[in-house]
T-cell receptor, first 114, second 110 residues
Framework: DTGVSQDPRHKITKRGQNVTFRCDPI?????LYWYRQTLGQGPEFLTY????????KSRLLSDRFSAERPKGSFSTLEIQRTEQGDSAMYLC????????????FGPGTRLTVT | DQQVKQNSPSLSVQEGRISILNCDYT??????FLWYKKYPAEGPTFLIS?????DKNEDGRFTVFLNKSAKHLSLHIVPSQPGDSAVYFC?????????FGTGTSLTVIP
């Protein structure tokens, strides 16, 4: 198993454009999380899936953000009409139901909005 | 509102000595606590955890202590090794939401 992978690793976009990130969790992990991390801060929880169901969303997840996990495997995070304040590292993590607290993180996607 | 705080942004320790990283939290509903280690250009890596019903958990060179009355968590690394140099995040969980501190950058000097 190669661990959690994220694509792309870096994304530069202009303000107002839409971007989509992909996360492939560890294959047997049914829980998937998205976080955002800005410089000097720890990861901030955005949303959580168990299988294909999105069970929790943070207040940080504005209407411009949407996440999906259509078949309970990979997940996508889309940001519409990007703003400069969206510039951050977007981290994905996965875990099992038996060990929900031990999350395995991907390398992240660094988004820069110009 | 920062519910998990790491008040020391950095720490330097000599190789072989003990490293003590501290973390404070405000929410008494947290029922699980974790430490993650992060190298540059990588995602955080799970290190060690502790349930709120315990006050100590040990795994090799790493020990986590939990003081619920003080709402304080600490990670002890002994002996410290140069490879331990990284940013360490503490995290706390309630339900399915996780809250991370801002991290402490540990440098172990050979």
């Amino acid at each position: 198993d190669t661990g959690v992978s994220q694509d792309p690793r870096h994304k530069i976009t202009k303000r107002g454009q839409n971007v989509t990130f992909r996360c492939d969790p560890i294959s047997e992990h049914n829980r998937l999380y998205w976080y955002r991390q800005t410089l000097g801060q720890g990861p901030e929880f955005l949303t959580y899936f168990q299988n294909e169901a999105q069970l929790e969303k943070s207040r940080l997840l504005s209407d411009r953000f949407s996440a999906e996990r259509p078949k309970g495997s990979f997940s996508t995070l889309e940001i519409q009409r990007t703003e400069q304040g969206d510039s951050a590292m977007y981290l994905c993590a996965s875990s099992t139901t038996l060990g929900p607290y031990e999350q395995y993180f991907g390398p992240g996607t660094r988004l820069t909005v110009t | 509102d920062q519910q998990v705080k790491q008040n020391s942004p950095s720490l330097s320790v000599q190789e072989g000595r003990i490293s003590i990283l501290n973390c404070d939290y405000t929410n008494s509903m947290f029922d699980y606590f974790l430490w993650y280690k992060k190298y540059p250009a990588e995602g955080p890596t799970f290190l060690i955890s502790i349930s709120s019903i315990k006050d100590k958990n040990e795994d090799g060179r790493f020990t986590v202590f939990l003081n619920k009355s003080a709402k304080h968590l600490s990670l002890h690394i002994v002996p410290s090794q140069p490879g331990d140099s990284a940013v360490y995040f503490c995290a706390a969980a309630t339900g399915n939401q996780f809250y991370f501190g801002t991290g402490t950058s540990l440098t172990v000097i050979p």
